[in-house]
């Protein structure tokens, strides 16, 4: 362990992070990441996750806990946080998560082939973060997916560490450097009530404050840096986790179609229509899904195929119902739905939001033809119904897992 490394464990051993209790996070439903991979496990078989960098291991237990099935490993450097992750660990009774305290510029596990890893938020307070993921994709199995988290542009954030480093030495003590700079918060966010660069920084506990305003070791990346972190790995990027905000077309051009941004747009590479979302967005954080390779996305299912998929309710969408009482029956007047944490979408009335008030009351994997065989008793026709699954596709409603992750029920229907 380098000196960096040592200080990096004292730092989070001495403020434990994250703070908080065990959750449910999004990006942790391990069918649905394997579901992203075109390549699928040979044979059926428990499911391996490994999450390089768990610190008190909060998503992790919330994970563990709603897949059973599912074997969870976490490791981390933070001795702390991993004995109060034991102690949750115990009084949930989990048998399907193990800690282990590592190293991850220096892993080496004796377990390889993880089918999915997680590293959140890890790699970007490392010394060498090329070779701690080189580390994860030895680790990984070639079907594998690691889902990916490091610092994008953090401007404000940015802003007030150099604003703490102006009046603090890094050879201080952290917890009088933490005194001086929560000092200097209170006060800027008291003198300038309607920054909300201040009154973030006040109002976060003193673990997220010192992660975020007083880490000895930290990297942020833009798109030609985090591909070039990528590529020294010998990884290969995937997708975003979130695809729909790295294409700026959609959102540049609007209702009102515009030839002359079409036309530049049409244009660009791939990489230069990312470094426009990130000049658009300056997301914080850059969430992503890398492969070893040889694998790559898993391309959406043609239409034609869809009686025999494999299909399960999108595990990062939340459908809401609104009923109204009706004389002696509830009646549904409004259907919207939720993904990953963004805005509420209402579905208009129409074939799509009736699947969905069925999908709202699925718990199990189906397939395409039970789905399709509802929708065509309504009137609708194959042509249809093969419509209603694409628009649920897009919408990222429902997703295909393969076939070797699941267990489908005898009868394999939807409930009507």
Known sequence: MNETTRTVRE?????PYPSGTPTIRLGFDARYLLSLSEQSRKTAGTIRVLDAGCGRALGLIGAASLQ?????????????????AEAQVSARGLKNLRLLESDLEQLDLEERNFDIIHSSGVIHHLT????????????????????????????????????I???????????ERLAVARELVRNLAS????????????????????????????????????????????????????????????ELQGNQQSDLLAERLAHQSELDRYKLALSIHRPGKLE??????????????????????PINVHPEVTLTLEHRGVWCESKIEKISTCLRGSEPVSLSPGPVASAAVMLATVSEPFLGRDLMRILESDGLTTMQSRGVLTELFERELIYTPHLVDISLPGDARVAV
Not at 134 to 154: D, E, S
Not at 288 to 309: H, I, M, S, W
């Open 11 to 15: 730092l989070y051993e001495q403020f």
């Open 68 to 84: 059973p099935d599912i074997d969870f490993l976490g490791v981390d450097l933070n001795r702390v946080a991993l004995a109060e």
């Open 128 to 163: 060498d973060p090329s070779a701690a993921l080189r580390a994860l994709g030895k680790h990984l199995a070639p079907h594998g997916v690691i889902a990916l988290m490091v610092y994008g542009q953090r401007d404000p954030m940015q802003r007030v560490a150099a604003a």
């Open 165 to 175: 480093q102006a009046l603090t030495e890094s050879s201080e003590p952290l917890v």
């Open 191 to 250: 003198a300038q009530p309607d920054n909300a660069t201040w009154k973030s920084a006040n109002e976060v506990d003193d673990a997220e404050f010192v992660d975020r305003y007083l880490h000895p070791c930290e990297q942020f990346y833009d798109i030609d840096s985090l591909f070039d972190l990528i590529d020294s790995s010998g990884l290969a990027f995937m997708s975003w986790a979130d695809s729909s905000a790295w294409n700026p077309a959609q």
């Open 288 to 309: 992503l899904y890398v492969c070893k390779p040889g694998n790559r996305l898993r391309q959406a299912p043609a239409p034609e195929t869809y009686e025999t998929l």
